[in-house]
């Protein structure tokens, strides 16, 4: 059995830890007025960090099935089959919900959330469609990514540095200003700076054609972390609450997002403490699980919870345990489902 990579695990932890961190109510707590202003700074730092959490897992998908050589019918029955029935299981567990909440079983609904459960169920679902749709068209993907050399990927990149972090920074400062924005026509696209395919593509990028330099130190991709996140509290913090603001807080995820990814391959790529390594290719190999099952754990898990906890240990004690109650909960549920054949082929 191939060995699994300590690096990749690690970075699907981070960016679970991440997802669970975006959907909770925490994220927010840096728009809120009546909290201390350094409370609201440390959580408005979190949640630009935060940002990268699918962008993370996008990098880890491009960097193992960009690289693989596989026919279309391979592609669609492992990979494009394994994303829908994926889908379909989650409906399903909708289907549950609804039944338990309303005792009704709603066959119509169960149809049309498989095609969309984004708009109808909740925002986290998105992702499931992109890995769909990315699968569908890897075949041509996988051949792309090859097709093109190293200047290629840096022409990217500096594309979207360009178009998706320099032009907004830019249009932000002419609104303070109280200048007219800059808007490009709306058939002026950039497909591969998008990031269905822009976070995919550097994920192969980093793993199998960059080269280590001085930039790509860990010292300096510290550095690059942190000065992409004080420049974005800065614009964030001019506000400080309203969508306007939040929007903010995107600008240097194309950036902040590669030097995580980097940064965790420089500390783990040579890890080798057994023990510890077993415990995150555990946790790792149970992140989509955790991903899909934080949204069907009820609210009443976590008012029970505060009313336990909060006055024992505060509400920040009470929110700590609640995150990792939570994520144990999901990891555990995923294992025990991946136990069943039928389920360790899509979780």
């Known amino acids: 059995m191939k060995k699994r990579l300590i690096y990749i695990d690690v970075l699907k932890i981070i960016g679970a830890l991440m997802v669970f961190f975006i959907h909770s109510r925490a994220s927010s707590v840096w728009e809120k007025t009546d909290v201390n202003f350094i409370v609201r700074i ?42 829908f029935l994926v889908i379909i299981f989650v409906s399903l567990l909708c289907l ?17 959330d498989v095609f969309n459960l984004v708009d109808r169920r909740s925002i986290v679902f998105w992702f499931l469609y992109w890995w769909l749709s990315f699968t569908i068209l890897l075949p041509i993907y996988q ?4 097709s093109i050399n190293k200047d290629d990927y ?28 800059i808007k490009f026509a709306s058939q002026f696209t950039l497909f591969m700076v998008a990031d269905g395919l822009f976070y995919p593509f550097m994920g192969y990028y980093i793993d199998h054609l960059a080269e280590d330099s001085k930039i790509t130190k860990s010292t300096n991709l510290m550095l690059i972390i942190l000065v992409s996140t004080l420049i974005s509290v800065i614009f964030t913090a001019r506000t ?31 890890y080798d403490n057994e023990k510890i390594s077993n ?38 004690g ?30």
């Not at 919900?97 to 169960?110: A, L, Y």
């Not at 609640?322 to 994520?327: D, P, V």
């Open 42 to 83: 440390c959580y408005m730092i979190v949640t630009i960090l935060s940002r990268s959490a699918v962008p993370l897992f996008m990098m880890i998908t491009g960097s193992l099935l960009l690289s693989k050589n596989e026919s279309r019918k391979e592609i669609l029955v492992k990979r494009a089959l394994r994303a």
């Open 240 to 270: 400080m609450t309203g969508n306007m603001a939040l929007k903010h807080s995107w600008y240097f995820t194309p950036i902040i997002t590669m030097c995580i990814y980097k940064l965790v391959k420089n500390l783990f790529i040579s």
């Open 143 to 146: 051949k792309f990514a090859k």
């Open 96 to 112: 549950i919900q609804t039944f338990i909440h309303s005792g009704q079983i709603n066959i119509k609904g169960f149809v049309y």
């Open 279 to 316: 415990v995150i290719n555990f946790f790792g190999t149970q992140t989509i699980g955790i991903y899909l099952f934080h949204v069907f754990i009820p609210d009443s898990f976590s008012v029970m919870l505060s009313n336990i906890i909060s006055p024992v240990l505060g509400v920040y």
């Open 318 to 347: 009470y929110k700590v345990i609640n995150f990792i109650l939570k994520f144990l909960i999901c990891a555990f549920a995923t294992a025990a489902l991946r136990l069943i054949k039928p389920f360790k082929k899509i979780l």
């Open 154 to 181: 840096v022409y990217i990149i500096i594309i979207c540095i360009i178009f998706n972090i320099l032009f907004p920074l830019l249009n932000n400062i002419l609104s303070i200003l109280n200048i007219n924005e």
